[in-house]
Nanobody, 114 residues
Framework: VQLVESGGGLVKAGGSLRLSCAASGRTFNADPMGWFRQPPGKEREIVAAISWNGGITNYASSVKGRFTISRDNAKNTVYLQMNSLKPEDTAVYYC????????WGKGTLVSVSS
């Protein structure tokens, strides 16, 4: 599976961004997917996950109620809608398969200013 993230940028606190992750590979539609982030100087952490058919989603407590993960299997794409952004959301965001990690993509940088 190859993963290409996009949609990051610089936004003021309270703003919104929508990230996209284009995945290649025949198994995409059968795999749960997740969004991860790595803040500057910190470890990578998972912030959201979605089941193979989109029926089940889970979120880290730090983003619950503000972020929404979704997927379009016809387009092999996973999305992360991020609302009410905070400076502490600043990080490089990655997508991957939580249960069977593939090679990491380059990620997309999200910078939130106060």
């Amino acid at each position: 599976v190859q993963l290409v993230e996009s949609g990051g940028g610089l936004v003021k606190a309270g703003g919104s961004l929508r990230l996209s992750c284009a995945a290649s590979g025949r198994t995409f539609n059968a795999d749960p997917m997740g969004w991860f982030r790595q803040p500057p100087g910190k470890e990578r952490e998972i912030v959201a996950a979605i089941s193979w058919n989109g029926g089940i989603t889970n979120y880290a407590s730090s983003v619950k109620g503000r972020f929404t993960i979704s997927r379009d299997n016809a387009k092999n794409t996973v999305y992360l809608q991020m609302n009410s952004l905070k400076p502490e959301d600043t990080a490089v965001y990655y997508c991957n398969r939580p249960l069977n990690l593939a090679t990491w993509g380059k990620g997309t940088l999200v910078s939130v200013s106060s």
